[in-house]
DNA sequence: TTTT
DNA sequence: TTTT
């Protein structure tokens, strides 16, 4: 097949909490609600307007995964880099339901964390082990 | 508003002609299923592997909605972005259902047409209307 | 002509305050400076590795540039969009010199500022100014 | 150090053939020009404009450099991702110069050839080994 | 269900 | 130096 391309970038909070499974074969499966809102000027009315939207993100990176449930928690936020992908499930009633997902796999896959400090701050167990500080800006500036 | 993000892009083809839809206000509003393939050798047996994903997109942008139904058909590749949105709605037995969505709005996508040469070389009857080539539609041609 | 993209993302730290410039048509221009940092595992030693990249950005688009003028500041934490962008000039020999930035343009680029609280709590002159928290400045404000 | 993003993604032509160097220890460096092209209409004389950009792209990881060489040649369009570099580097005088390159490194990176199908009909001898065929869209589409 |  |  021809090349192609199929990439999502988000940068949003988390709604809850990291939901973590496990597989049979023992990988960390870490699943991610995130909220992100666009915020705009109504052109008629003049108000102004918000929609928030929720995504499902389900990481299969074990690294990324460890990471996700190490540090993150209900409100953090997050720069995430994946590709979608649609499951197709069969509800109770027998019916073909579709589900899209960004997924975030093996060396395919970004996610940074937002709000070291504050999460520090505000302090929850989990944000405690938030170790990487935010670095400061040495090394010489060319311009 | 705390900043975010929420970006798709997608490189792949059409899997049928645009569907062009008018809303009562009269803005064009056209949808379009693109493919995209993701290939890679599986770690455990070796063979080369192949996953096909389809998408859908709803373009809100009259500019792009008019070039897409012009020169767009089943087979195009195209390069776009824009951002996810998911709709819910109810199904015949009065369920919820979702469904995920990328949306072009104006001034928030992009829209590239990337076989236009070939599209008139194998000639189906959209493809002939693309005969003036960069020719302008309204100034918002992006290609 | 046929369809390009040129597209920058740029998450990182400003190396200094931003630098405002008006042209003679009255129009702002912001210059910053960006670092963004990576890090990996050396493979062949073993130990960890960095290294920091500077980033030219002009901001050409006025609403952007108000916002970088108004909210950031050394230190300061952005998401931006941007293109690039080779600038030729003459040096004082006489040669010709090369400068390459990202360009933020009206209606093509992003900026989004990450650390709006924290600017507030270490307090700069500026990020006092930035008080109004999700305030209006012209109905651009991007975060 | 705290998270950062550092990504560009072009698409656009080759202006010469690829360059390929091999380093000491047997690395193979592909050197790329690419053409990326932006065309608007003017606001004040309403008339269309155009300005192409020229971009250096620097090909470290391997296996892209191999695909580079072997398949892309002058004119061919190039979708690419890579990430941002300035190198520092002393002139006939002794001065310092920069100069910003795109840089493609190994599992991070993308290079996806567009134009197989036409390299092969104008027909060089690098354009007929351009074997990946532009795939069928197969497969029953959901939607 | 988040955040500002 | 490309492409349309």
Redesign the pocket.
Known sequence: MAGSENMVILM?????DPEVHTTGSGNMIVNL?V???K?WRDRDSGERR?R?E?H?VVIYSDGLAKVADKYLH??S?VYLQGSLQTRKWTDNNGQDRYSTEIVLQPYDGKLIMLDGQ?AQRTGGSKAEASAPANGDLDGEIPF
Chains 1, 2, 3, 4 share one sequence.
């Open positions: 949003g909070n988390l709604g809850k609600s909220a992100t809102t915020s918000e928030t929720w499902r209900k409100g936020k504050n």
